[in-house]
């Protein structure tokens, strides 16, 4: 996948109707449990792969400042009806630079398993270090491998409109390589 903005692209309506709230109740009390106690209001908190906006709408409503970069730009539409529009740039979370370096920054909805080869995961730490104040936060969420093979074998098909999404998700035991076709 590596954050191919054209999957997500054809992604972003069922991503938008099916998951985008599904994960925000956990993200939330992950964020609450574990970040919010170093920040005050009016910190800047960047959500790198924002998807439709729903986590970065969140904290704008707690009083944080918030930048989001996804590289879909169908997802960010949608997260564009939830933010003012100078809160979103469409970028490669591998390679971006802010204005103004963040207090701490998230990632959430298990994104980072997009880059988890080793030249690509080290890429995205690198970006987010740049543009990370001294001492700020990074707090993300993985799926590591035991997570993909006790969870992973399932299918899902979703209707949008004229438009139908099925997914099957896989986990090949001898590999050690999950898949979405």
């Not at 204005?99 to 909805?109: D, G, K, L």
């Not at 998700?169 to 390589?177: E, M, N």
């Amino acid at each position: 996948m590596n954050g191919s903005p054209h999957l997500f692209d054809a992604l972003a309506p069922f991503y938008e109707s099916n998951w985008g709230r599904v994960f925000l109740e956990q993200s939330v009390r992950l964020f609450q449990r574990k970040l919010a106690p170093q920040l005050k209001p009016g910190d800047l908190v960047l959500e790198l792969c924002c998807g439709t906006g729903h986590f970065a709408q969140w904290l704008a409503e707690q009083g944080y400042r918030v930048t989001g970069i996804d590289r879909s730009n169908a997802m960010l539409r949608y997260a564009r009806k939830r933010l003012h529009p100078g809160q979103l740039f469409q970028a490669d979370v591998r390679h971006f630079r802010l204005r103004h370096r963040a207090s701490a920054i998230v990632c959430f909805y298990n994104s980072l398993n997009q880059f988890l080869e080793a030249d690509s995961f080290r890429a995205v730490l690198a970006s987010s270090f740049r543009n990370l104040q001294p001492g700020g936060w990074f707090l993300f969420d993985i799926v590591l491998e035991h997570g993909y093979a006790q969870f992973w074998e399932t299918d899902e098909a979703f209707a949008h409109g004229e438009t139908m999404c099925e997914l099957r998700y896989r986990f090949d035991d001898h590999q050690h390589l999950a898949s979405c076709l």
